[in-house]
């Protein structure tokens, strides 16, 4: 046996902290992502929802433009609860498309080409990779969706004054919690899909068909049973009703808020779970 | 002060009722070792149980002391050298390189340094900037050799390293492995062209469905096999009268003149009486002896008498 003489070096300079180590998934996701010029523009106008909803808020506490464009101060008086739901739900829509569309393409090509033990073969493990390409969905319909309904709540407390924002604190926590958990759900959804499904445009369709087939048998349930239970199965309305709940308003759903909450909590789970199920460097096949 | 060895210590994996490997012992040693068997005998699972990309249904390894179920302290020791040709979509070879080492913890501007260095060191800096996509199986090759070496690791793990590489091309990586195993760190090639192992490793590793048969190098493994007649090559000017003094000797068991009549091959049963016996025959007959060397201490010949014909099951 050779006798060797340790000769090389190791690495020996400084280390980015492990814990966010993931990020470099995400840099990397977030560039792959802005190479489609469409994407790109679609995700643009996710914004418009937003920034009208600025300017409406702007203009409700602006006479003198309001004069001048011909609207009566009644007509724009007062920004109803109602508004701010709607803008959720406007902010919510595109927000879902951006996710659907953009989910399949960060691991179903991975899964496709076998990817996956190069990812495995560094430093990080199956945690680091969802967590990276989740953050990517994150950081994408953040700003569109939670931050841009802070803003506007921002603007309207600070124009209404009078401790307008402390009464209405509901408005900002619906904003903020019922985003997260509308991203956190379906980023999760769409990544066990496309795990799963891994040819793209399959893995899109099956993700909607899935909400679809779901809200529809929910509906057939509930219309053939005559109770509501078959809202368990409705993830469009869960998510609906918890937001509502958040707003302080009447829920759509006839079960109680917690149940829609399982609903949800459920979704993310199984969607854990299938990921795990998936996400291995070597698949075994029987 | 940390372990400095790779061990399997009855290391077994079964993928449901399919034997991957079996009851493995082993223990690997700084320099370059070559893993040999069939195609579906078990190597690259032995290699993805060392990477912890698969987990053992039975045993214990440590590589230098890490467990393989800790990436982030396993990965800062070991490269890893996959056989599937898949890359991230749309990248290039620099940003490849840069993103691996982003994940191994080095800043940008380290980062952007070491991918060049290593670039250079596989010989793609002029394919740098191109997309892999674009690049040939060779190319493809070196630049997963080159995300497997660039973070300077202890331990390389190469399955399949020389697949699709032009002659040149393998004479340079073969160069390489050979230059990382005289610094003292641990290469470990999972090959099935045998002549290849045999020149450039230290060691083997033969494993056969899920079995390892043998390990160690590769004179001592060939010294085992008692059942197979060692052969030795013998080119002389008169090798009728070598061959005839040689049927005198009870370990010789077959003697041949080789058809350009200029030599012999003999087999023997114990290689140590003959090298002693062998010197008195060539003193007393006064033949003109131009080589003498062992036939079939090669992983070829090992291989052939262990597994079976190479090339006929892989």
């Not at chain 2, 039975?58 to 002391?65: A, D, N, Q, R």
């Not at chain 2, 003498?292 to 070829?300: G, K, N, R």
Request: net charge neutral.
């Amino acid at each position: 046996m050779a006798v060797y003489e340790r000769a090389w070096r190791r690495y020996t300079g400084e280390l980015t902290p492990i814990r966010t180590r993931f990020l470099v998934i995400t840099r990397y996701g977030l560039g792959e992502a802005f190479q489609s010029r469409i994407f790109t523009a679609f995700y643009a106008a996710c914004f418009l929802p937003s920034v009208a909803g600025l300017f409406l808020v702007y203009l409700s506490h602006n006479l003198g433009l309001l004069e001048q464009i011909g609207l009566t101060e009644e007509l724009m008086g007062g920004l109803t609860m109602s508004f701010f739901q709607y803008l959720f739900m406007w902010q919510a829509l595109p927000a879902f498309f951006v996710m659907v569309i953009l989910a399949p393409g960060l691991v179903a090509p991975d899964l496709a080409n076998n990817a996956l033990p190069l990812y495995f073969s560094r430093p990080i493990n199956r945690v680091d990779y969802v967590l990276g390409k989740m953050a990517v969905l994150f950081l994408l319909v953040s700003p569109p969706t939670w931050m841009m309904g802070l803003a506007i709540f921002a603007l309207q407390a600070y124009e209404e004054g009078g401790g307008w924002g402390t009464e209405h604190w509901r408005i900002a926590a619906a904003y903020l919690v019922g985003h997260l958990v509308w991203i956190l759900v379906i980023s999760l959804l769409a990544l066990a899909i496309s795990a799963w499904v891994r040819f793209k445009p399959a893995a899109v369709g099956t993700l909607f068909a899935l909400i679809f087939v779901l809200s529809g048998f929910a509906e057939a349930f509930n219309g053939i049973t005559g109770t509501p239970f078959g809202d368990l199965f409705h993830l469009t309305r869960a998510i609906a009703s918890v937001v509502l709940h958040l707003f302080g308003a009447p829920t759509r759903s006839d079960l109680p808020v917690l149940a829609n909450w399982f609903t949800l909590g459920s979704v993310a789970l199984i969607s854990i779970w299938l990921l795990n199920r998936k996400l291995r460097p070597h698949e075994v096949v029987r | 002060m940390s372990d400095e060895r790779i061990i399997f210590r009855g290391v077994s994996k079964f993928y449901g009722e399919v034997l991957g490997v079996n009851r493995v012992n082993l223990e690997f040693k700084p320099g370059l070792t070559g893993l040999v068997g069939p195609n579906g005998s078990g190597k690259s699972t032995l290699m993805h149980l060392m990477t912890g990309l698969l987990s053992p249904t039975k045993g214990e390894i440590s590589v230098l002391g890490i467990p393989p179920n800790r990436p982030e302290r396993l990965f800062r020791a070991v490269g890893y050298c996959t056989q599937y040709d898949s890359f991230p979509a749309g990248a290039t070879g620099a940003t490849f390189l840069r993103q691996t080492l982003l994940l191994h913890g080095m800043d940008r501007g380290q980062a952007d340094a070491r991918a060049w260095e290593v670039l250079e060191q596989v010989g793609l800096t002029d394919a740098a900037r191109r997309k892999i996509a674009g690049y040939s199986k060779g190319m493809r090759q070196r630049i997963k050799l080159a995300q497997a070496l660039c973070h300077r690791p202890s331990v390389m793990v190469l399955d399949e390293p020389l697949n699709g590489l032009d002659p040149m091309g393998r004479a340079e990586m073969i160069q390489l492995f050979r230059e990382m195993a005289d610094e003292g760190r641990y290469v470990i090639v999972s090959s099935h062209i045998l002549h290849e192992v045999d020149l450039i490793s230290d060691a083997v590793v033969m494993i056969h469905g899920g079995t390892v048969v043998a390990e160690g190098g590769i004179r001592e493994v060939r010294a085992e096999i008692k059942s197979q007649p060692i052969q030795v090559l013998i080119r002389c000017d008169r090798p009728h009268a070598v061959a005839g003094r040689l049927f005198d000797f009870k370990h010789v068991v077959d003697v041949r003149i080789l058809g350009d009549g200029e030599g012999l091959m003999v087999r023997t049963e114990d290689a140590r009486s003959f090298f002693a016996d062998l010197t008195g025959v060539i003193v007393e007959s006064g033949v003109a002896v131009e080589t003498v060397m062992p036939a079939d201490e090669t992983v070829h010949a090992v291989y052939d008498y262990l597994i079976g014909q190479p090339g006929g099951t892989t």
